[in-house]
């Protein structure tokens, strides 16, 4: 199983920035999907999921009216919208695969990418 994130980089406070995922190596639409990020010295945290089929979504108070997670089940592929980025949304994101049902808790997820860095200026 593979999951390669792109699309982090550099970005100004208030800008905007879209992560990619694309996943192969399982049966895509029997996993829900779910973005995390880690800041340096702090624990990984849950940012959003998306259910199996794409009809549920879920976010971090955070995060809630600024990012939008949405998959695309014929590509492989689940996304990141994150708009209005503040200083606070620095971090490695990793986008993460969980056999049927989300979760929140990050160790409940199967399969892993290798993060993208998400830097946003001030």
């Known amino acids: 199983v593979q999951l390669v994130e792109s699309g982090g980089g550099l970005v100004q406070a208030g800008g905007s920035l879209r992560l990619s995922c694309a996943a192969s190596?399982?049966?895509?639409?029997?996993?829900?999907m779910g973005w995390f990020r880690q800041a340096p010295g702090k624990e990984r945290e849950f940012v959003a999921a998306?259910?199996?089929?794409?009809?549920?979504?879920y976010y971090a108070d955070s995060v809630k009216g600024r990012f939008a997670i949405s998959r695309d089940n014929a590509k492989n592929t689940v996304n990141l919208q994150m708009n209005s980025l503040k200083p606070e949304d620095t971090a490695v994101y990793y986008c993460?695969?969980?056999?049927?049902?989300?979760?929140?808790?990050?160790?409940?997820?199967?399969?892993w990418g290798q993060g993208t860095q998400v830097t946003v200026s001030s």
């Open positions: 993460a695969a969980k056999a049927v049902m989300w979760s929140r808790r990050y160790v409940d997820y199967d399969y």
């Open positions: 190596g399982l049966t895509f639409s029997n996993y829900a």
């Open positions: 998306i259910s199996w089929r794409g009809g549920n979504t």
